[in-house]
């Protein structure tokens, strides 16, 4: 059974980062890249990027570019994002999603990780 | 970017009636659609992909159709375990992007 198993909750402060984890199971952890998907009340769904963990190679929306920084482990097949100099309009839940790099479809979906940002 | 324009914003439908969502997308996207179902608290779960393809061990009342730049998804008899939320994700360029969702309630 494939499995996306994302960190729990944080709470950073502004200025600060955060980094998010998402452990994969069920399937060859380098024949799928991870996509970062950002979901928030006021602005719905964004996709961040993604990373092709086999090579290391990264694609992010040009919103994320500063924002966010995407890695992966394949010794332990886990994908993670760091978002850095955190703002309120960080406050929100972000999911990881495997997709082929050939075919982008997201087929599995993490629990999603929700981040809040407060002094 | 690619603006993916989804309608209605809610709808409320009876127990076996037959509904249709729509995304418009600003440019053509060739078919490079997918449709998701998220419930709430959880994460979206593909239905459809390549805007007509039923994700394997979805029910075969949830059906899509379009090309170019129109693409709907159609339930065939409302069911109760259909309430959700619904939204469209294009694929065809960089950054994907999705539709703003449609809320789906039993009547």
């Known amino acids: 059974e494939v499995q996306l198993q994302q960190s729990g909750p944080e709470v950073g402060r502004p200025g600060s980062s955060v980094k998010i984890s998402c452990k994969a199971s069920?399937?060859?952890?380098?024949?799928?890249?991870m996509n970062w998907v950002k979901q928030s009340p006021g602005q719905g769904l964004e996709w961040i990027g993604w990373i092709d963990p086999e090579y290391g190679s990264t694609d992010y929306a040009e919103k994320f570019k500063k924002k966010a920084t995407l890695t992966a482990d394949t010794s332990s097949n886990t994908a993670y994002i760091q978002l850095s100099s955190l703002t309120s309009e960080d406050t929100a839940t972000y999911f990881c999603?495997?997709?082929?790099?050939?075919?982008?479809?997201?087929?599995?979906w993490g629990q999603g990780a929700s981040v809040t940002v407060s002094s | 970017d690619i603006q993916m324009t989804q309608s209605p914003a809610s709808l409320s439908a009876s127990l076996g009636e037959t509904i249709s969502i729509e995304c418009r997308a600003s440019e053509d996207i060739y078919s490079n659609l997918a449709w998701y179902q998220q419930k709430s608290g959880k994460s979206p779960q593909l239905l459809i992909y390549?805007?007509?393809r039923l994700q394997d061990g979805v029910p075969s009342r949830f059906s899509g159709s379009g090309s170019g730049t129109q693409y709907s998804l159609k339930i065939s008899g409302m069911q109760p375990e259909d309430e959700g939320d619904y939204f469209c994700l294009q694929g065809s360029k960089f950054p994907f992007t999705f539709g703003s969702g449609t809320k789906l309630e039993i009547k």
């Open positions: 999603a495997r997709s082929r790099i050939t075919t982008w479809v997201m087929d599995a």
């Open positions: 390549a805007a007509n």
């Open positions: 069920g399937y060859t952890f380098t024949d799928y890249v």
